[in-house]
Every structure is written in C-alpha cells, then in structure tokens.
C-alpha cells in the first residue's frame, strides 16, 4: 500500500505564495500520474494540477493557470505544488493523490486515482 504525506500548508496573506510536497512511501514508485486536488469546507473535492510522471506533461486547473506549477522529482519519489499569487479563494484542504491506472491522458475525476494523501491545510487571508 502506497502512503502519500503532504506538507507545506499554512497561512498565509492574499499574494503570497507557498509550495507543497507530497512523498511517496513505496520506494520503487512509478505512477502514471500524479494529481493535486483541493477541497474547501462545505464544496467537492476538485482537480488543482497533475503531471504525468514519465514525461512531465502537466496539465491545470483554469482557476488556477499562471499561477500554479507542479513538478516531480522522481529520484525522492516527491512531487511538488509551486503556488504564487495566493487568493483567499484558494482556502482550502489539499491533496495528492497517485493514479496507477492512466493510459492516455492525465485525469481530472478524483474516483480516478487510487491512493491519497492525508491532506494539509492551506489558508490565505484577505
């Protein structure tokens, strides 16, 4: 069983940025994708960003296009969630999340991905 751990959450005002990670446990690692998705209190849970892990082909959320990277490090089994341009809309529990089961494209639908990260808390005051 796979274990993903999120960190890097926090507080922090309108404009400003935070980076999360996520590491993966298993130490022989290879989904075909990775995925952040998010999740404010009382609304679903929606896809952020994801990035195939073989050839880094990223695709994003449009809320949150320009402002948001990820990117992988396969050697540290990390991937990471570079936000810049925080808005208080973007107050919400996110989390990675792994799909194994990708054949084409990277997928926006949380039911398909198979493991999950425990979530961390990201706030952003106005």
């Known amino acids: 069983q796979v274990q993903l751990v999120e960190s890097g959450g926090g507080l922090v005002q309108a404009g400003g940025s935070l980076r999360l990670s996520c590491v993966a446990s298993?130490?022989?690692?290879?989904?075909?994708?990775m995925g952040w998705f998010r999740q404010a209190a009382g609304k679903e849970r929606e896809f952020v960003a994801g990035?195939?892990?073989?050839?880094?082909?990223?695709k994003f959320a449009e809320s949150v296009k320009g402002r948001f990277t990820i990117s992988r490090d396969n050697a540290k089994n990390t991937v990471y969630l570079e936000m810049n341009s925080l808005k208080p809309e973007d107050t919400a529990v996110y989390y990675c999340?792994?799909?194994?089961?990708?054949?084409?494209?990277?997928?926006?639908?949380?039911?398909?991905?198979?493991?999950w990260g425990q979530g961390t808390q990201v706030t952003v005051s106005s």
């Open positions: 999340a792994a799909d194994r089961r990708g054949i084409v494209w990277i997928e926006v639908r949380a039911a398909d991905y198979d493991y």
């Open positions: 298993e130490r022989t690692f290879s989904p075909y994708a």
């Open positions: 990035i195939k892990w073989a050839d880094s082909v990223t």
